[in-house]
């Protein structure tokens, strides 16, 4: 049901949806095939109530804030990956592309002495420069890019063996890059943080609201816009009370207490390229490239360019991946962004709701799938699982997310939505 207002002097009539309407229309939304990242959301509850059902200590205040560490890396890496999968391509070197760039940061901390606000950009500029190889092969030299970044991933580890003398371990001692992964904020400064997030995303909310109200465009029921933030509220401010409770076994000696360093970190991140895809002009071109090439080159949109610039964004973040696991691990060594990081990254794209085919997702959806896995894999190792067990199960989630985003397009092809 809707109520609607008409004006005397123009005659145009605003539509102002229900709280009602608003939900039906979602569920309408849905049913065509547009699920977005409802799946991992449901199964990211489900998860945690049974991990913590079966393991209590899994809500406890030190094993969630493992899990911010634990899954930071993937993260990072997965919200570049949405960017490549946007366009219907795929990195298969982003995993050991964070590896050389955390070894070149590495390497220039501790074995030449360079302070941190000069390493780490280097690192950073070094996985600018991986992305702007592989993107120009695969837009200007027409280079499938599986074949791209599958070459990419062995020379990089190749590299990696290069810069490292053949099998080397590099510690890293610098405090600043150390503390991103295994330090936390104040508590003080965790709750101003937490209401400023908060605050600023019930900002937006309303201001969102009152300029679509003044175009003269329907907007959400003031009761849904209500529900989103007060359900945000409720999350991070339960979140930080619990980080916020002391954590070390002997408070006497060292207090370990707050929210983790990389946190903030993500969700500032999350919100910048969240606002490039959604509110620039880039950003929707890269849906429109992602969505139909040919229409997009047509409509004069540079195609090669926006190729290009989602492999840069895509190492540019696997470098960030790269410095997060360093600090998390103190080194780094030849194994740095091999094993299951590449698989996992990829995993969490797709299992956040981002689609394999172009066109669809989020860098929210990122975020949402690396806390799944992440979930997953600290869940099961409480209890007991083996490493096989884990990559069974999953690979078995990762299969199903695949499986509902195919099932959702086919859907959405059927009932015109697009």
């Not at 991933?153 to 490292?164: K, P, S």
């Not at 937006?204 to 989103?228: E, F, N, S």
């Not at 991946?321 to 691990?329: K, P, Q, V, Y």
């Not at 709701?353 to 600290?378: E, H, M, Y």
Request: charged letters at 10%; aromatic letters at 8%; glycine letters at 12%.
């Amino acid at each position: 049901m809707t109520t609607t207002t008409t004006s005397s002097s123009t005659a145009v009539q605003v539509v102002k949806p229900t709280v009602a309407s608003h939900m039906h229309d979602y569920w309408g939304r849905v049913r065509g095939g547009d699920i977005g990242s409802l799946p991992a959301i449901l199964g990211l509850i489900v998860l945690c109530l049974v991990f913590g059902i079966a393991r209590p200590t899994f809500f406890s205040a030190t094993n969630l804030a493992n899990l911010f560490p634990q899954g930071a890396a993937v993260i990072f890496i997965a919200m570049g990956l949405v960017f490549v999968l946007l366009l219907g391509e795929i990195d298969l070197s982003a995993g050991f592309a964070s590896g050389v760039c955390g070894a070149v940061m590495a390497i220039l901390l501790t074995d030449h002495g360079w302070d941190w606000y000069t390493a780490v950009p280097v690192a950073l500029i070094t996985g600018l420069a991986i992305g702007f190889v592989l993107g120009f092969l695969v837009a200007k030299l027409g280079i499938p890019s599986f074949v791209v970044t599958l070459a990419g991933m062995l020379a990089f580890q190749g590299i990696l063996l290069v810069l490292l003398s053949g099998g080397k371990n590099v510690s890293i001692r610098d405090t600043f890059v150390l503390s991103l992964a295994n330090k936390n904020v104040p508590v003080a400064w965790s709750w101003i943080l937490a209401i400023i997030a908060v605050a600023g995303f019930a900002a937006v909310q309303l201001m969102r609201v009152r300029g679509r109200a003044a175009r003269g465009l329907a907007t959400d029921p003031i009761g849904i816009v209500g529900a989103r933030i007060g359900g945000l509220a409720l999350l991070v401010l339960v979140a930080v009370a619990v980080l916020t409770k002391e954590r070390s076994i002997n408070p006497a000696v060292i207090s370990v207490k707050g929210v983790p360093i990389v946190a903030p970190i993500i969700a500032v991140i999350m919100v910048i390229w969240t606002f490039v895809l959604a509110r620039t002009t880039y950003g929707r071109h890269v849906y429109a490239v992602g969505g139909n090439t040919e229409a997009a080159r047509r409509a004069g949109i540079p195609v090669d360019r926006i190729r290009i610039s989602v492999f840069v964004i895509g190492s540019f973040m696997a470098a960030i991946g790269g410095i997060i696991a360093a600090s998390r691990a103190n080194s780094v060594d030849p194994n740095s962004g091999g094993s299951n990081v590449l698989l996992y990254a990829v995993g969490a794209a797709v299992i956040g709701g981002t689609s394999l085919f172009g066109g669809k997702g989020r860098v929210f959806d990122a975020v949402i799938g690396g806390a799944v896995i992440a979930v997953i894999d600290n869940g099961m190792g409480l209890m007991g699982f083996s490493s096989g067990t884990k990559f069974i199960f999953t690979g078995l989630i990762l299969l199903l997310a695949a499986s509902v985003d195919a099932l959702s397009r086919r859907r959405a092809a059927s009932t015109g939505n697009r």
